[in-house]
């Protein structure tokens, strides 16, 4: 494709294209909204609604720069929007990679605090370098110096992501494997574990298509023809949106971030979950707590209390129905003969006669 005159896209842009997209984002957007109130799974998917609105607004800015191809603000606003969604996506990964480690953490080769705390704060790092150099990129306007230091920013912004993406996929592999070793692997930690590395891996293709970009220059082929773009930029953020509705982490993942898996293999307990107990100001100079100060305190080593102590199992954990069908139990379907014994006497005098006589002697007790 050759340049088109006055157009500061260097091609005339697709002008069929960007409403599907923006339609398709905004419904998945919709749905991944209503999925996280639906699931109760805020604390693990709360930014996949914003991914999704991020490349909504992208595609409405393309749409209208298909007609006003001479308008820098519009190529900048569009150019922007896409560039800063994929991270978005990235961390809501990162969010279901704490929980999957955090739900059997004796398992994770890094403590699952740590994975919080450094995954996220990379990632909020880089959406910082993104939406800084982004804007100098597009800016044809822009002195060369200015554009340089925007191509410098989302290098090193995308290099850092596919770094991290290779974390992620070394950690996940490592649980993964040492949870089936351990026959943990129940089929809805198997549909999460997929569906996250899927997720991750098209993540993953689409950084390489913008290293690629990027590293070729104002006048490489990649830049310069939209249908690049549309493979590898569009479809498959697509993909990643539509796909976490279609294996939504919410249907597979305990509701409560502080139910775990313990030892035993069979009783979800309630640790203390993410919560960065740190002053907020340690929080802001030091995310990747390299002063320690939080600590690395293995909840999973201490005793697993008695089961009149254990918490209940949540509505949306494994519950009792993935108990009968994987063999394992729940911290809920577990009772002492003390429980049985108690629950009996309960029944008993509000069911019978002679019980209702005792339990009116007795005070009501």
Sequence with gaps: ????????????????????????????????????????????????????????????????????????????????????????YAGANYFILARLVYYIPWLSPWHPGRVVTTFLGVDALIEILLGSGAP??????????????????????????????????????????????????????????????ASALLIFTRCIYRVVEYFQGYHGPVLKHEAYFYVFEASLMLIVSVGLNVFHPGKYLPRSNKVYLAKDGLTEVRGPGWRDQRKWYWQVADPFDFANKMGEHKFWDEPVPLPESVAEAEVGSFGAAEAKETGTATASNISSPAAKSQKQASWFAKHTLLGKYLASRNGGK
């Design 136 to 197: 100098r990129v597009a800016n044809t306007g822009a002195s060369p110096g200015e554009r340089l230091a925007g191509e410098i920013l989302i290098k090193v912004g995308l290099t850092a992501q596919v770094i991290l993406f290779l974390g992620l996929f070394v950690l996940l592999g490592t649980w993964h494997n040492r949870v089936k070793s351990k026959s943990l692997l129940t089929p809805k930690l198997k549909r999460a574990v997929w569906s996250l590395f």
């Design 1 to 88: 494709m050759d340049t088109v005159p006055g157009s500061v896209w260097y091609y005339a842009p697709n002008k069929v294209a960007p409403p599907i997209f923006a339609a398709a984002f905004l419904l998945s957007g919709l749905m991944h909204a209503w999925q996280t109130y639906h699931y109760k799974s805020w604390r693990i998917t709360f930014l996949l609604p914003w991914g999704a609105l991020l490349m909504t607004g992208g595609f409405v800015a393309r749409e209208v720069g298909a007609f006003r191809i001479d308008n820098l603000g519009i190529l900048i606003a569009s150019v922007v929007l896409t560039v800063m969604s994929p991270p978005v």
